[in-house]
């Protein structure tokens, strides 16, 4: 196995075009992550694929620039007073759990239905589990955006307020996020369920984020930034059992971070700048669009396993080439909005600062 | 949360030409020994440690460049959360 992955890893010709281009991709993702915690991956790694790296390698080297990234942005967005390290450490510990049995599963469908079955699983994941979290989250933020409440405290939801009230002797935890003790028998599955996203999707925060949010009654601004310390703590032991197997390609990891870093800083910066909603309004949108992405990939591996109709090669291609330009079309919309809501931030600052100013000048 | 971000009044510019050079330097090294880089991280096992403290380096040095970076061209984190309306 190694022999393949050395002969696959060292075919990768990085001419300067390939280097640009991982290099915009990890700026553009990089920058939905320190805004939303999450995102970018499941562009990353088909953006890798689609240079011509096996998918293994793809995914490893995606984990072993995610844990460098990720412990970058936390570590900007702690200086803001947005990072609950607690949060992210016991649901980054019970998440790596989660990855371990994700891959695991992965691992025995791959086995049992092969590539096409392990495809359709993950995209029946990616469809039903987008759709219901996705659809809710930018619910929510549209239901803030109408009520005009937009610049008030968020609201705990019924759900968080009877989780926070549950008192099981010997297992509750203070959390600052939260400004309450919680029982850990509830973060452990949330975290759970998180890593197992993260195995099956790449992509943990999708429910990492909302559970934090909906669940346990965190703001939004924290519950993204927490998520970077989940993402570390999963992406250093995901990249460590790929390292294992000598599937990182450490060029391409480190060409991704050095895109990635300069947009996690950028999308931690924005995060001062916007009302919290944003942050849903940000991930629903992606995860929305992403779902149909996903959605579109369905008929191909159900038409390769046979249970439809075979499909001619020219449709696969075209259906495979539509679903990777929506998933990219879902990145930059997400980085679009932060970028806009970032820049009218800004600019509300400097008016704020001119008025200043001016009455100053009165007085 | 919503207290004071602060703001550094001095550019650290400086300190980002410093890191920039460093980070260049690395990857520099990087690439000009792509085979090598490949031939080592490709071993697995006790190897596995290798690319991890790769990650650490680039993301120290290259990070602080970064923040640097968006400081000196002056986007920075908003003054005062509560200002912003």
């Known amino acids: 196995m190694h022999d393949v992955v050395r002969e696959a890893a060292n075919f990768i010709n990085l001419d300067i075009m390939n280097i640009t281009y991982l290099f915009i991709v990890g700026f553009i993702g990089g920058l939905v992550s320190g805004f939303i915690g999450s995102g970018g991956a499941f562009v990353l790694t088909p953006a890798m694929m689609s240079l011509g790296v096996p998918g293994l390698v793809a995914v490893a080297s995606n984990m072993c620039h995610k844990f460098p990234k990720a412990l970058i942005g936390s570590l900007k967005r702690a200086k803001y007073g947005q990072v609950d390290v607690k949060m992210g450490i016991v649901l980054g510990i019970s998440a790596e759990a989660g990855v371990l049995y994700g891959a695991h599963i992965q691992e025995s469908i791959k086995k049992a239905f092969g590539d096409a079955g392990s495809n359709l699983y993950v995209s029946v994941a990616f469809v039903i589990i987008l759709a219901i979290v996705g659809g809710f989250v930018l619910r929510d933020a549209w239901k803030t955006y109408r009520s005009g409440n937009s610049n008030e405290e968020e609201k705990v939801t019924k759900l968080a307020r009877w989780v926070q009230s549950i008192h099981i002797p010997g297992t509750m935890v203070y959390f600052k996020c939260l400004n309450a003790k919680i029982s850990v028998l509830f973060t452990i599955p949330l975290g759970f369920a998180t890593g197992m996203l993260a195995a099956t999707i790449a992509v943990g925060g999708f429910i990492g984020v909302p559970a934090m949010i909906y669940v346990l009654g965190a703001p939004s601004l924290m519950a993204s930034a927490s998520e970077l310390v989940i993402a570390f703590v999963m992406g250093l032991g995901g990249s460590f059992k790929y390292a294992m197997h000598g599937l990182v390609d450490i060029r391409l990891a480190m060409i991704i971070l050095a895109g990635s870093l300069f947009g996690i800083q950028l999308g931690a910066i924005g995060t001062t700048y916007v009302k919290p909603f944003m942050i849903k309004v940000v991930m629903g949108v992606i995860m929305v669009i992403v779902l149909f992405s996903r959605g579109l990939m369905v008929p191909v591996y159900l038409s390769q396993l046979g249970l439809i109709q075979t499909l001619s090669l020219g449709t696969v291609k075209i259906l495979k080439n539509t679903s990777f330009a929506i998933m990219a079309l879902a990145l930059l919309l997400g980085a679009s909005i932060v970028l806009g809501a970032m820049w009218k931030g800004r600019r509300a600052e400097r008016e704020a600062a001119a008025q200043e100013v001016l009455e100053h000048g009165k007085i | ?85």
Do not use: C
């Open chain 2, 1 to 85: 949360m919503a207290g004071s971000y602060g703001r550094n009044r001095k550019k650290p510019l400086g300190t980002m030409i410093i890191t920039g050079i460093v980070s260049i330097a690395l990857y520099g090294l990087l690439l000009s020994n792509q085979d090598a880089a490949n031939d080592y991280v490709s071993r697995g096992g006790l190897f596995a440690f290798l690319p991890i403290a790769v990650a650490f380096l680039f993301s120290i040095v290259h990070g602080s460049f970064t923040g640097k970076f968006w400081t000196v061209l002056g986007i920075e984190a908003a003054k005062k959360k509560k200002e912003v309306k």
